[in-house]
C-alpha cells in the first residue's frame, strides 16, 4: 500500500474511534446525573421538561416522580370530596322535601282543567277517606241501581247465554267488580270528590288516585246526560259502550296529566293501598279491563282525529255499541255505523213468554266463546258483529233455561264465521256427539231429549239464528217464522 494511503486510512479509523469514545462518555455522564448533562438540560429545556413526564402517566423515582404522586393523591382528594358533596346535597334535598308540605287537592285539580280543556261547574270538595271507606259508597251506589228482580233474572239469563258459567249473583259481581277497581269517586249530591286518605300527594301514585277524583267530578258536572254510568239497562251493550267511553276518558286523561307532571316523586313515604279484591266471574273482570283498556284506545283515536273537542263531542252522540270501542274506525265513519235493531217483540210469541231480553254486543258474544277456544280465536269470531238481541225463557231447574238469539253481521264471512264457531261451541258446551244427520243444508239441527237446537244461517249469510232449548214445543214455536 502505499504510504499516503495508509496514513488516510489511520486518520478516519481514529475519528470513528474518538466519536465513539465521546458518546460512550456523554450516556455515562447523563446516567450518573453529572454536570455535562445537568447544565445542558437546564440551558436547554428549563422547567417545560417536566411537562412530557407529566402526562405521560408514568410515575419514576428522584424529584420529578416524587411532585407526580404528589399531584395524583390531591386529584383523588378532590374527587372523593365532589362525591361527598354530592351526597349530602342529594339527603338534604329529600329531607327537605319529605318535610315539605304536600301540594293542594285545589291547585292540582284546577291544572287538570286545563290539560282536559273543561272548566267546573263548580269546585267540588276534595276529601281524603280509608279505603274502606271509599269502598263502600262506592259499592252502595251500584248496589242501589240493581233491583232483587234485576239481580234473579240477570243471574239466570247470563248463565243461559254462557257469560257465565256457574251459578252467581248479578248484583254481588257487579258490585264487587266496581269495588275492585275503585280508586276515586264522584258524589254529585254533596259535591265530594273522595279518594284514598294514604295517597300521599306528594307521590306520583298518590296524585294519580285524587286526580281520578277530579276527573270524575269535572266528567260528571260537564257531561251530566252520561252519569251515573248504567249498571242494568234494556241494551245492555250500548251501557257498557258509554261505560267505557267515560271510563276511558278518565284512564287517558290520568295518563297525560303523569307525562306532564313535573312534581315526580317528592318522597319515599308509602305507596297507597289496593282496594279489597273479591271473586267476580270472568266476564265481570274481563269487562272492567275493557271500560279501562279499550275505553282509553277509542278516546286516543278520537283525540288523534278530532283532539279533545271530539271527545267532548262524544258525550253528544254516545257510542251505540260495544263494536264502536273495538273498532273506532265504526265510530267515526261518514256516515257513522248504526247497529241493526232487532226488536224486542220478536221473541214473545203465544207460548213462548221470554223473563229476560236484552242486547248480547261483540263484547259479550266473545266472551261467550272464551270459554271454549283461545282469546284470539274468540275475537276473530265476535268480529264483524252488526246488531243482535237474545231472549231468555224459564226451563226446569236440571236442564236449564231456554234461548232464543239473533244476530246480524256485517259481511257473509263474518256470518258464516260465527255460526261454524256456536255449531262448534255448542256441542263441546253440552257434550253432544257429532251425527252426520245434524249438519242439513244451511242448519246444525240437534233433536236429543233435553237439548233442541235449531242453529239457522241465512242465505245470504248475514244473519244467524239459535234456539237452544230443553223442550221441542217451545223450540218449534221460536224456530217458527214469525
Keep these: 500500500m502505499h504510504p499516503s494511503n495508509l496514513l488516510a486510512c489511520l486518520a478516519v479509523l481514529g475519528a470513528i474511534g474518538g466519536a465513539w469514545t465521546w458518546g460512550s462518555f456523554k450516556e455515562k455522564t447523563a446516567e450518573r446525573g453529572g454536570p455535562i448533562t445537568a447544565r445542558t438540560s437546564v440551558a436547554t429545556d428549563g422547567p417545560q421538561a417536566l411537562l412530557p413526564e407529566l402526562s405521560s402517566g408514568s410515575v419514576g423515582d428522584g424529584p420529578t416522580g416524587t411532585l407526580q404522586r404528589q399531584i395524583q393523591r390531591l386529584e383523588e382528594q378532590n374527587q372523593l370530596l365532589q362525591k361527598e358533596n354530592q351526597s349530602l346535597r342529594g339527603q338534604l334535598s329529600k329531607a327537605?322535601?319529605?318535610?315539605a308540605p304536600p301540594p293542594q287537592p285545589e291547585s292540582l285539580a284546577e291544572r287538570l282543567t286545563g290539560l282536559r280543556d273543561l272548566k267546573y261547574v263548580k269546585p267540588p270538595k276534595f276529601?281524603?277517606?280509608?279505603?274502606?271507606?271509599?269502598?263502600?259508597?262506592?259499592?252502595?251506589?251500584?248496589?242501589?241501581?240493581?233491583?232483587d228482580e234485576a239481580t234473579t233474572a240477570r243471574s239466570k239469563a247470563y248463565q243461559a247465554m254462557n257469560f257465565v258459567v256457574d251459578p252467581f249473583s248479578y248484583r254481588d259481581a257487579v258490585v264487587n267488580a266496581v269495588g275492585n277497581q275503585a280508586v276515586a269517586a264522584y258524589l254529585p249530591e254533596s259535591n265530594e270528590a273522595i279518594y284514598q286518605n294514604d295517597a300521599d300527594l306528594r307521590r306520583v301514585d298518590g296524585r294519580d288516585r285524587l286526580m281520578a277524583a277530579a276527573c270524575w267530578a269535572l266528567q260528571q258536572q260537564n257531561f251530566p246526560n252520561s252519569f251515573p254510568l248504567a249498571m242494568a239497562t234494556e241494551q245492555d251493550d250500548a251501557a257498557c259502550a258509554v261505560r267505557a267511553l267515560a271510563t276511558g276518558d278518565n284512564t287517558l286523561t290520568?295518563?297525560?296529566?303523569?307525562?306532564?307532571?313535573?312534581l315526580v316523586n317528592l318522597?319515599?313515604?308509602?305507596?297507597?293501598?289496593?282496594?279489597?279484591?273479591?271473586?267476580?266471574?270472568l266476564y265481570f273482570s274481563e269487562q272492567f279491563k275493557f271500560f279501562a283498556d279499550q275505553g282509553k284506545t277509542f278516546v286516543d283515536a278520537l283525540m288523534q282525529e278530532k283532539g279533545l273537542a271530539g271527545v267532548s263531542a262524544a258525550y253528544a252522540r254516545l257510542p251505540q255499541s260495544t263494536a264502536e270501542l273495538l273498532h273506532p274506525e265504526l265510530y267515526l265513519a261518514n256516515p257513522p255505523f248504526q247497529p241493526i235493531v232487532v226488536p224486542a217483540?220478536?221473541?214473545?210469541?203465544?207460548?213462548?213468554?221470554?223473563?229476560?231480553?236484552?242486547?248480547?254486543?261483540?263484547?259479550?258474544?266473545?266472551i261467550s266463546f272464551r270459554y271454549f277456544m283461545s282469546p284470539d280465536l274468540a275475537v276473530r269470531i265476535a268480529d264483524g258483529w252488526a246488531g243482535d238481541r237474545y231472549w231468555v225463557y224459564a226451563g226446569d231447574a236440571q236442564y236449564g233455561d231456554h234461548v232464543f238469539w239473533k244476530t246480524r253481521w256485517r259481511m257473509p264471512a263474518d256470518g258464516q264465521e260465527f255460526?261454524?264457531?256456536?255449531?262448534?261451541?255448542l256441542m263441546q258446551r253440552f257434550t253432544i256427539p257429532y251425527q252426520k244427520e245434524y249438519d242439513q243444508p244451511g242448519a246444525f239441527i240437534v233433536n236429543d231429549p233435553h237439548r233442541i237446537i235449531r242453529l239457522r244461517i241465512s242465505d245470504d249469510k248475514l244473519s244467524v239464528t239459535l234456539v237452544n232449548a230443553t223442550d221441542v214445543k217451545l223450540a218449534d214455536i221460536l224456530d217458527s217464522p214469525k
Design 127 to 147: 276529601k281524603a277517606v280509608p279505603m274502606e271507606e271509599l269502598q263502600a259508597e262506592i259499592m252502595k251506589a251500584v248496589s242501589s241501581q240493581i233491583t
Design 96 to 99: 327537605l322535601e319529605a318535610n
Design 267 to 281: 318522597t319515599d313515604g308509602p305507596a297507597p293501598g289496593f282496594p279489597r279484591q273479591d271473586y267476580t266471574p
Design 254 to 262: 290520568r295518563i297525560r296529566w303523569s307525562l306532564q307532571d313535573d
Design 345 to 366: 217483540t220478536d221473541g214473545i210469541r203465544p207460548g213462548a213468554e221470554p223473563y229476560f231480553t236484552n242486547v248480547a254486543g261483540e263484547f259479550s258474544t266473545d
Design 419 to 425: 255460526y261454524d264457531g256456536m255449531r262448534r261451541v
